[in-house]
């Protein structure tokens, strides 16, 4: 497909210019349009048994997140725009370069980070995917933005599974943390919870071996290497 053409299915002056991610549930696509940027997921699968059924699954859950988080900052905002078919999202489109890949940090990023998360866990949603450098951006002002809410959960009654799992993804912005600045003393990371420590010594292996050398799926996200040289961090610049 070429990604500068008109796809079929979508309304006039509206394209692809941009494939982002392919994997086993779908495609990620960068729209331009009238409206200017959008992201646009299509569920759609891989050919495989049960890929599409998934897909759809995590899309739901990702639509979830979005309608409760709509007008909150620094997330992406659900779109009910015409170039949306069956099985598709639209969410605006969030400028920034995933953490893994810039080159200069704000010194209050991780402070700021760890705001944002606490403002998505006010709303009762927990994003459930943090681990992944992929899913946190640097905005072009040094801010960050959360991306990716396909494993993202609702919790409107709180409880305990919500308590949990705030406390995974703090956990997991301390990590960050801790890598990204060795020389600065951290707040203690709350342990991994007994679903996360399970999943991590019992079921990842497998899924890993499945997914990677059996079926080929994917490669992993990517991550700044061990050897590569932390960002140079930058006073905030308000």
């Known amino acids: 497909m070429d990604a500068q053409r008109s796809q079929p299915g979508l309304p006039g002056g509206w394209r692809v210019a941009e494939q982002l991610k392919h994997d086993v549930f779908g495609r990620v696509e960068l729209l331009v ?20 059924l998934i897909a759809r699954l995590l899309q739901r859950r990702e639509r979830r997140a979005l309608v409760v ?30 953490l893994w890949s810039v080159r200069e940090l704000r010194q209050d ?55 949990r799992r705030c406390a995974e993804d703090l956990r997991h912005v301390e990590k960050h943390r801790r890598r990204y600045e060795p020389e600065q003393p951290v707040r203690a990371p709350a342990p ?27 490669r992993g996200e990517p991550r700044r290497p061990p050897d590569a040289p932390l960002p140079v961090r930058t006073p905030p610049r308000d």
């Not at 659900?78 to 598709?88: K, M, R, S, V």
């Open 33 to 52: 349009g009238p409206a200017g940027r959008c992201v646009r997921r299509v569920a759609c699968g891989n050919g495989w048994p049960l890929t599409r």
């Open 109 to 163: 990023f991780f402070d700021r980070l760890r705001e944002v998360v606490i403002a998505v866990h006010a709303r009762q949603v927990c994003h459930n995917d943090l681990h992944k450098e992929n899913n946190i951006l640097v905005g072009p002002d040094g801010h960050p933005r959360l991306v990716d809410f396909q494993l993202a959960s609702v919790h409107p009654r709180g409880g305990a599974r919500f308590r």
């Open 192 to 218: 991994r919870s007994l679903a996360a420590r399970l999943w991590r010594r019992c079921v990842k292996p497998i899924y890993n071996v499945v997914t990677r050398r059996i079926l080929r799926l994917q």
């Open 69 to 98: 988080l709509a007008g909150c900052a620094a997330v992406p905002q659900l779109l009910a725009g015409d170039c949306a078919g069956a099985g598709e999202l639209l969410r605006t489109w969030c400028d920034g370069e995933p």
